[in-house]
Each structure stands twice: as structure tokens, then as C-alpha cells.
């Protein structure tokens, strides 16, 4: 039993299972059910407010934000890949708040999101440095987190601060 992204409730059982039985266990965890949705509509409350403080709603302030998180990204691009060995052939901005950064490791191409704005520099550099650690290794083996450790030691710590940035806002 689990609560789904959009606050609903899934329940797996075997096939064949007893209807009844499961009724039965739905109703015996009501009380979890409901704490576990009200946990649910906090965490995308939090969510909302955390996104809502940098308004990509016109075209102007999309281009606005794509030009302020360039400014910041480019030196660190520049420094990283040149350090790493890397090249990137493609740089992109999108409003994403599902990830930080993308990466095709096939085209080089990597995407980071606008929303990146919201967190400190310090963080930010560590999306770029992960992203550009996806041009060497494509999963999260050994091999990836070697390099993270290499090139950008704080990733643990800047990971951390992203996360709760985003669990604080509305508190």
C-alpha cells in the first residue's frame, strides 16, 4: 500500500486475492492512509511555494531567467569541462521542476533547469559538475561517484542543502 504522486491510494495484492480481504485492510490502516495523504499535500504545498518564488509565467521572464542562469553556469561549464575532459555540444534551459539537470551522454547534450535560480551557487555548481560527470559516466556506478569526489568534493552537502531548501519553505 502506498500513496502515488497524485495523492491517491495503490494497494498491490496477488491476483486472485479476496476483494473482501483487501477492503478489509484498507479500512484496518485508515488512520495511516490518512496521515500518509496529509504528508502528501504538505510535501507539494512546500513544493509549490518553493517554485512560485521564481515566476516563469511570460515569455519575458522565461528569457530573463534563461540569461541570469547562463551568467552563472558558463564559467563553471568552462572551468569544469576543460578540468574533467569533457566537451558539451549542447546547452539547454527548460522549466523543469521534476530534475535539476539532464544529460545525453550519446549527443553531449545537457539541460539544466531554470529553477536552479532558487538555490545557492554553491549548489548550482554542483548540478553542473554531476551533469558534466554524465558526459564520463552514464549511471551512478563507482565510476560516477568517483569523479564527483574529484571534482567536486561538497556534492554530498550540496545535495543535502537542495533537498531541504525545498522541504522548508512553507514551514
Not at 75 to 99: D, F, G, I, T
Request: proline share 4%.
Amino acid at each position: 500500500m502506498r500513496i502515488g504522486k497524485d495523492g491517491s491510494l495503490r494497494v498491490s495484492a496477488p491476483y486472485g486475492y479476496p476483494t473482501k480481504k483487501i477492503d478489509s485492510f484498507i479500512e484496518s490502516h485508515r488512520e495511516w492512509i490518512a496521515q500518509a495523504q496529509a504528508r502528501h499535500e504538505q510535501r507539494v504545498a512546500q513544493e509549490n511555494d518553493f517554485y512560485a518564488a521564481l515566476p516563469l509565467n511570460t515569455p519575458a521572464e522565461k528569457r530573463a531567467a534563461k540569461q541570469r542562469l547562463h551568467q552563472i553556469i558558463e564559467p563553471m561549464l568552462q572551468h569544469y569541462s576543460q578540468a574533467m575532459q569533457v566537451k558539451v555540444n549542447k546547452l539547454s534551459y527548460r522549466a523543469s521542476k521534476s530534475r535539476w539537470g539532464s544529460c545525453q551522454k550519446k549527443t553531449a547534450s545537457i539541460n539544466f533547469s531554470l529553477y536552479l535560480l532558487l538555490l545557492p551557487e554553491w549548489c548550482i555548481e554542483h548540478v553542473v559538475v554531476h551533469e558534466l560527470a554524465h558526459l564520463r559516466e552514464a549511471n551512478h556506478g563507482a565510476g560516477f561517484y568517483r569523479l564527483m569526489d574529484q571534482y567536486y568534493p561538497r556534492w554530498k552537502e550540496a545535495r543535502r542543502h537542495s533537498r531541504l531548501l525545498l522541504k522548508q519553505v512553507s514551514r
